[in-house]
């Protein structure tokens, strides 16, 4: 399903969805659950196929989920759903198996996928697992190939971000510890620089 102002993104393209270092909200569902969680080590690693690598710990249920299906989704949340961010990092779904609930979580589903992603983004990365179990299990880093990608064209569009243009609400977040972000800053250019 494509909402008002979403639109696609081309898969040699979605690289640039990550390449500010945002905070990332992980979603996926397997045949008996549906979780999401928050990441903020999560980043571009190759161009074309297109794929993304995050760093999930071993205790989260939604990693569980992602190893049993085999799918994923990366999310880039805004300054608007600080309080839903934080909440979904801080509580553990395997404690609270009522945690989308209790967030606030609205979810949804693109058109021919199964994957469910968080209503309110601006981004949104949908990858089939690369399954490297060395990696996953020494270095909890998990590869993703990018099978489709989208953004609101209200921030995102002809491949950029347009931060500048846009309210407050609608910045990236970055994690830094304790429950502390910052929201994207100002634009600035280095081809504009003269001696």
Excluded at 66 to 91: C, D, H, R, W
Aim: net charge negative.
């Amino acid at each position: 399903m494509l909402k008002a102002h979403i639109r696609p993104v081309p898969l040699e393209k979605s690289y640039r969805l990550l390449n500010h270092g945002p905070t990332v909200l992980v979603s996926a569902q397997d045949t008996h659950s549906t979780g999401v969680m928050t990441a903020a080590w999560a980043c571009a690693l190759e161009f074309n196929p297109a794929k993304v690598t995050v760093v999930l710990d071993k205790t989260t249920k939604t990693r569980e989920i992602i190893e049993n299906s085999g799918y994923f989704a990366l999310q880039v949340p805004t300054l608007k759903q600080l309080k839903m961010v934080y909440a979904l990092g801080m509580i553990s779904q395997r404690d609270a198996p009522e945690k989308l609930r209790q967030c606030g979580v609205e979810l949804f589903k693109f058109n021919l996928s199964e994957i469910p992603v968080v209503e309110g983004c601006s981004a949104w990365i949908l990858c089939k697992l690369i399954p490297e179990p060395h990696n996953q299990q020494t270095h909890d880093l998990f590869i993703g190939e990018v099978i489709a990608a989208y953004a609101d064209d209200r921030v995102f569009r002809d491949g950029h971000w347009f931060y500048q243009d846009v309210a407050e609400e609608w910045k990236s977040l970055h994690h830094v510890a304790g429950g502390h972000f910052y929201t994207i800053g100002d634009p600035v250019s280095a081809t504009n620089l003269t001696d």
